[in-house]
């Protein structure tokens, strides 16, 4: 399965920049898509962005995300991130990184696509 391991999350100011990553290993991820999850909290586990390197799919991100977070992966599959930018409080949650299956190769927004889940990396942004 493979094992994934969340770290960078923290404390920010409202409009501040945090860089989430996401240490891959156990297994190859380099053709797999992966992606950002988050659950804030009361909400439910809600899509934050995707991304695909094997596939021309390249990233997608949620609506409420675009244009203030970048996900970026290496191209060994090693590493995933997501840099955060203009940080709201809206953002507050605990942020999942997620890799599909041996066969995932194309990005997915939906939670049920993805195989392997790291414990979760808490962002607090304040006001």
């Known amino acids: 399965q493979g094992h994934l391991v969340e770290s960078g999350g923290g404390l920010v100011q409202d409009g501040g920049s945090l860089r989430l990553s996401c240490a891959a290993s156990?297994?190859?991820?380099?053709?797999?898509?992966m992606g950002w999850f988050r659950r804030a909290p009361g909400k439910e586990l809600e899509f934050v962005a995707t991304?695909?390197?094997?596939?021309?799919?390249?990233?997608r991100y949620a609506d409420s995300v675009k244009g203030r977070f970048t996900i970026s992966k290496d191209a060994a599959g090693n590493w995933l991130y997501l840099q955060m930018n203009k940080l709201k409080p809206e953002d507050t949650a605990i942020y999942y990184c997620?890799?599909?299956?041996?066969?995932?190769?194309?990005?997915?927004?939906?939670?049920?696509?993805?195989?392997?889940w790291g414990q979760g990396a808490q962002v607090i942004v304040s006001s």
């Open positions: 997620a890799a599909r299956g041996v066969v995932g190769f194309h990005a997915s927004d939906r939670r049920d696509d993805y195989a392997v």
């Open positions: 156990g297994r190859d991820f380099s053709r797999i898509a």
């Open positions: 991304i695909s390197t094997w596939t021309s799919d390249g990233a």
